[in-house]
């Protein structure tokens, strides 16, 4: 039996980050400073999937589930320039 390689769990979570896209509400604000910053899309989606894998794996080590205000918070807290992006996209 064929063991399914790292390169397949990393294009399942580049797939899974391009739909998150329209549905989170920071991704599309990351992706879209991503692309304005020059990166081709499978570039942007790359640097969104990794921002994800931090994320779960941290959900995953404190057990706690996802929360997306939770982490607007966070980054609020932090002074990310994410929040920039967002402040002007509900604006």
Same mark, same amino acid.
């Given at each position: 039996m064929a063991q399914i390689g790292v390169g397949a769990? @990393?294009?399942t979570f580049v797939e899974w980050a391009a739909q998150t896209i329209n549905k989170s509400f920071w991704a599309g604000t990351f992706y879209q400073q991503q692309r304005a910053k020059g990166s081709p899309h499978q570039v942007a989606v790359r640097a969104l999937a990794f921002k994800?894998?931090?994320i779960l794996y941290r959900c995953w080590m404190t057990h706690t589930p996802?929360?997306?205000s939770r982490y607007l918070k966070a980054l609020q807290l932090r002074? @990310?320039?994410l929040l920039a992006g967002l402040a002007t996209k509900t604006a």
């Open positions: 769990h @990393s294009q994800w894998i931090r996802y929360d997306e002074g @990310s320039p």
